[in-house]
């Protein structure tokens, strides 16, 4: 096994691996007009919190996405100017490349959907599930 010493390269690794994923790239699509609960990604994209959950944990190591918890939900949301540049790139070309894709747009419609419901409501009923 290689020995690699440049960061760069080990930043480039983990980004491209969690952009090697379709549900990865429409979470993050779902993301790049603005911050999510986890519940309202888990209900546009029809997967269990715990799927969900995971892949959003990827996503955070490689730094293309940021998590806070906000009461007893968790928001995730594009990673800002803090991010590495690497991942700042990745980002943009993601967006640049998907924005006009047909899943994306119906990702997009089903989260106007979900953004109609409170939230909490949305958490409730997914535990209850």
Not at 30 to 41: E, Y
Request: charged letters at 25%.
């Amino acid at each position: 096994m290689t020995n690699y010493k440049n960061n760069n390269f080990k930043t480039a690794v983990t980004i491209a691996k969690a952009l090697a994923d379709e549900t990865r790239l429409r979470a993050l699509m779902l993301l790049a007009d603005g911050p999510l609960c986890l519940c309202q990604i888990v209900e546009v994209l029809r997967l269990a919190s715990s799927t969900i959950s995971k892949h959003m944990s990827i996503l955070q190591q490689a730094g293309l996405v940021t998590g806070r918890k906000k009461g007893r939900w968790m928001h995730f949301a594009w990673s800002d100017g803090d991010s590495s540049p690497e991942a700042r790139q990745a980002l943009d070309w993601i967006n640049g490349t998907l924005r006009n894709d047909d899943q994306i747009g119906r990702d997009r419609q089903r989260l106007q959907e979900v953004l109609a419901i409170e939230p909490e409501q949305l958490c409730r009923k997914q535990n209850q599930n």
